[in-house]
Nanobody, 124 residues
């Protein structure tokens, strides 16, 4: 049974930082591309970042480039998202997800597994 469990969300002031984690179990983590998505109230789920299974390929949504950093530790079966210079518009539920290939990693419908999400709220 595959489980992806996000943690690290919370309430932070604009300009602050948070580090999200996603602990994976039930799958061979080191063979999966991993992604972060987010969904704000009343909006569709959107791509944030993705990282290939080796970490050699990384992609970001334009609005988070230079502020967010995705990384992974295959020895710990854990995915991370370091979020700096947070803005109120970053407020959303953040989800981690797993898929086999990096190509097309920005498409949410192609992911095989999803976590339950963690809330990030950025106050102005």
């Amino acid at each position: 049974q595959v489980q992806l469990v996000e943690s690290g969300g919370g309430l932070v002031q604009a300009g602050g930082s948070l580090r999200l984690s996603c602990a994976a179990s039930g799958l061979t983590f080191s063979t999966y591309t991993m992604g972060w998505f987010r969904q704000a109230p009343g909006k569709e789920r959107e791509f944030v970042a993705a990282i290939s299974w080796t970490g050699s390929r990384i992609g970001y949504e334009d609005s988070v480039k230079g502020r967010f950093t995705i990384s992974r530790d295959n020895a710990k079966n854990t995915l991370y998202l370091q979020m700096n210079s947070l803005k109120p518009e970053d407020t959303a539920v953040y989800y981690c997800a797993a898929r086999r290939t990096f190509s097309g990693a920005g498409v949410s419908s192609d992911y095989d597994y999803w976590g339950q999400g963690t809330q990030v709220t950025v106050s102005s």
